[in-house]
Nanobody, 114 residues
Framework: QVQLVESGGGLVQAGGSLRLSCATSGSISSAYSMSWYRQAPGKQRELVARITRGGSTSYGDSVKGRFTISRDNAKNTVYLQMNNLKPEDTAVYYC????????WGQGTQVTVSS
C-alpha cells in the first residue's frame, strides 16, 4: 500500500511563501502523475498542479505564475513552492499519486491571512 505524507503547511501572511512536501513510500518515477489538490471549506476539491512521469507540468488557472511543482525522484518526494500567497489560497492541500490506482495523503492546512 502506497502512503503519502504531506508537510509544510501553516499560517502565512498574504504575499508570503510556503513550500509543501509530499513524501511517498513508493517510487514516484513510476507513477503516471503526482498532483497537488486543495479543498477550501464549502468548496469542491480542485487541481492545483500536476507533474507527469515525463516531467510535464500543468497548473490551475488561479495559481499559474505563483506556484511551482517539482519532484526529487531520489527522495520520492514532490514539492509545491507557493509564492505570493493570497487569502483565497487558504485550504487543505492534498497530494495525489496516480498510476493503476489512486492514492491520497491526509492533507496539510494552509492558511493565508490578509
Amino acid at each position: 500500500q502506497v502512503q503519502l505524507v504531506e508537510s509544510g503547511g501553516g499560517l502565512v501572511q498574504a504575499g508570503g511563501s510556503l513550500r509543501l512536501s509530499c513524501a511517498t513510500s513508493g517510487s514516484i518515477s513510476s507513477a503516471y502523475s503526482m498532483s497537488w489538490y486543495r479543498q477550501a471549506p464549502g468548496k469542491q476539491r480542485e487541481l492545483v498542479a500536476r507533474i507527469t512521469r515525463g516531467g510535464s507540468t500543468s497548473y490551475g488557472d488561479s495559481v499559474k505564475g505563483r506556484f511551482t511543482i517539482s519532484r526529487d525522484n531520489a527522495k520520492n518526494t514532490v514539492y509545491l513552492q507557493m509564492n505570493n500567497l493570497k487569502p483565497e489560497d487558504t485550504a487543505v492541500y492534498y497530494c495525489q499519486r496516480l498510476d493503476l490506482n489512486e492514492y491520497w495523503g491526509q492533507g496539510t492546512q494552509v492558511t493565508v491571512s490578509s
